[in-house]
């Protein structure tokens, strides 16, 4: 099986741009979907990304995603961060018997 | 608004089985695909398995053996049963429906702590 590996924790200030990865090893990343969740404490888990790169209505704008074959990640990108975006990400994807593999998770600090 | 709600025992002892219910409002799960996710304190998400709407399960290896899954269209519940539990198995446990098998809409999860 392969594995998706994030970086631990991120910081950036409010109003900047914060990039997390979620690099792919064993396969390539785009032989399937990788999805993004948003856990805060004390709020409910959301889908930010499914689909690599769609967004859930509801999702701001600022939120996007992409892969980069050439890297064999995706990314989330986070424009004109708010104190808000303060929680932790996991990127997910699939093997090829559909099974679910979560990253470890980023913590990200605004 | 799809809301989903846990339900079940805060605390099971050693050795018994670890069961959950979701309640699922404001859609029906027809036509879903319904998902167990649980977070060990301190650790990642790890995903426990699915089942759809019809019933067909897709679980974890590592848990597989252990876990059973159900669905009750008729009560818009989904339920997990984890036999045979120890502490490493003390968690909070997210229930989540997608259109596909992936979480789309998640609850807000429960604490179940193993424990005599």
């Known amino acids: 099986n392969f594995m998706l590996t994030q970086p631990h924790s991120v910081s950036e200030s409010p109003g900047k741009t914060v990039i997390i990865s979620c690099t792919r090893s064993g396969g390539s990343i785009a032989s399937n979907y990788v999805q993004w969740y948003q856990l805060r404490p004390g709020s409910l888990p959301t889908t930010v990304i499914y689909e690599d790169k769609q967004r859930p209505s509801g999702v701001p704008d600022r939120f996007s995603g992409s892969i980069d074959s050439s890297s064999n990640s995706a990314s989330l990108t986070i424009s004109g961060l708010k104190t808000e975006d303060e929680a932790d990400y996991y990127c997910q994807s699939f093997d090829t018997n559909n099974l679910l593999i979560f990253g470890g998770g980023t913590k990200l600090t605004v | 608004q799809v809301q989903l709600q846990e339900s079940g025992p805060g605390l099971v002892k050693p050795s018994e089985t670890l069961s959950l219910t979701c309640t699922v409002s404001?859609?029906?799960?027809?036509?879903?695909?319904l998902s167990w996710i649980r977070q060990p304190p301190e650790r990642g998400l790890e995903w426990i398995g699915y089942?759809?709407?019809?019933?067909?399960?897709n679980y974890n290896p590592s848990l597989k053996s252990r876990v059973t899954m159900s669905v009750d269209t008729s009560k818009n519940q989904f339920s997990l049963k984890l036999s045979s539990v120890t502490s490493a198995d003390t968690a909070v446990y997210y229930c989540?429906?997608?259109?596909?098998?992936?979480?789309?809409?998640w609850g807000q999860g429960t604490l179940v702590t193993v424990s005599s």
């Open positions: 989540t429906k997608g259109g596909a098998p992936r979480p789309g809409y």
């Open positions: 404001g859609d029906s799960i027809s036509n879903s695909y």
């Open positions: 089942i759809s709407d019809i019933g067909s399960t």
